[in-house]
């Protein structure tokens, strides 16, 4: 099974590599966790590396979403739009079901084999539409089939219910038909009752593949998004990158394409403002690192041909 890496820092090692090329995966939570974010960067990964994104977004404005990048300092996610290699399709206030059966297969026929990044920003409006649960099952399945033809999708669905649901990992039953017709379901979430500080993420499941069942924290960094702690927790951190740190950053990226380099670089100067909490800035960069030259590495193997 070809892995697709997610874009997202610690969350590949706990997918053994990443998403499953041509799969759908939801990733459910409740307001506030950060899924539109998470979303933004499994397509903002796909562009940086030669691929499309396409974002269906069944709630808020094109504008919205954009608003959002720029705020985790992605100031340069137009620039993709006017090359053409990222796409909006909104289907907030439409007929979800004409939108699904009719729109949508007439958008996939131009897409078709691209390989793109599909994101569905909230599935929640097509479970509210329908209350038969046979019509839900029929359009997310439809929806799921049709998307999967273009590329790989990750789509976001909100979580409700009461705490001992969430404990539970499967909040809300309107959420089961999704969650079922889906290849991998990620969960995230706000640990204990109330608390706003402590972020987690765990995988419910992923089909034909090995994922952690462990819980792990996450944290927002400008200019990065989401950032997994897939490490121990040590009793003390650095909590600030230091001038030797950013040395050993510009040395190790130089072996890096100089547009990778100078991204990173990019990153670091934000993650000098940025709060990183309990997560060790040698920790993160690490990672940051790891990420780009796997893709460098996945760059230069698929465009070895035969001569």
């Known amino acids: 099974m070809k892995k697709l890496k997610t874009g997202i820092l610690g ?4 997918l053994d590599g ?4 041509h799969s759908a995966t939801i990733l459910v939570g409740s307001s506030g966790t950060g899924k539109t974010t998470m979303a933004l960067q499994f397509l903002r990964k796909g562009l940086e590396t030669g691929n499309e994104g396409i974002y269906i977004t069944l709630e808020e404005s094109k504008e919205q979403i954009l608003a959002e990048a720029k705020s985790m300092g ?3 996610i137009e620039s993709y739009i006017e090359q053409g290699s990222l796409v909006f399709l909104e289907a907030a206030g439409k007929d979800l079901a004409d939108f699904i059966k009719e729109e949508l297969p ?20 097509v479970i509210w539409a329908f209350e038969d649960k046979y019509d839900q099952r029929m359009l997310i399945s439809q929806l799921f089939k049709e998307t999967k033809r273009v590329g790989t999708v990750l789509s976001t669905i909100e979580e409700h219910g009461n705490a001992g649901e969430m404990a539970s990992g499967m909040a809300g039953g309107e959420t089961v038909i999704p969650m079922y017709l889906a290849d991998t379901i990620v969960r995230i979430y ?3 009752l109330g608390s706003m500080g402590n972020r987690m993420l765990n995988i419910i499941k992923s089909r034909q593949s090995w994922h952690s069942d462990l819980s792990y924290p996450y944290r927002f960094v400008l200019g990065i998004g989401i950032v997994i702690d897939t490490s121990e927790m040590e009793p003390k951190r650095i909590k600030k990158l230091t001038p030797e740190m950013k040395l050993q950053i510009n040395e190790r990226v130089a072996s890096l394409p100089k547009r990778d380099a100078e991204q990173i670089k990019t990153i670091v100067r934000y993650m000098e403002r940025a709060d990183l909490g309990d ?15 796997n893709s460098a590495q996945g760059t230069m193997e698929g465009t070895v041909g035969p001569m």
């Open 11 to 14: 969350l590949d090692s706990l």
């Open 18 to 21: 990443g998403f499953n090329e």
């Open 74 to 76: 992605w100031e340069d």
């Open 106 to 125: 007439q958008f996939v026929e131009d897409w078709e084999g691209s390989n793109a990044r599909i994101v569905i920003d909230p599935l929640t409006p």
């Open 190 to 192: 706000f640990a204990g």
């Open 279 to 293: 997560m060790a800035p040698e920790r993160i960069i690490d990672m940051l690192i790891e990420d780009y030259q």
